[in-house]
């Protein structure tokens, strides 16, 4: 199993113990087909969990995740 690529470790680890992400999750969402969204540094792309309410949004380019979204987080 390939690991998961993140722009900034750190801050994500964080964001998956705040939120209630689990690898697995992270996976589940990202096999799911995306929806296009904006990133502060250009295209990015959001991938919803099929049943856990909560997004992760990659990087389009680099094809690093850079956020994990929590349950019921609206995008706009």
């Keep these: ?6 722009s900034n470790e750190v801050k994500l680890r964080r964001q998956m ?8 999750e992270i996976r ?12 502060k540094r250009g295209p990015a ?6 049943t856990a309410e909560k997004s992760v949004i990659i990087d389009a380019v680099t094809g ?7 349950k019921g987080f609206r995008y706009g």
């Design 64 to 70: 690093e995740i850079f956020h994990l979204g929590k």
């Design 45 to 50: 792309l959001r991938f919803e969990h099929p």
């Design 17 to 24: 113990n705040k939120r209630g992400w689990s690898e697995d």
């Design 1 to 6: 199993m390939e690991p998961l690529r993140f």
């Design 28 to 39: 589940e969402a990202l096999a799911t087909t995306p929806v296009p969204a904006v990133g």
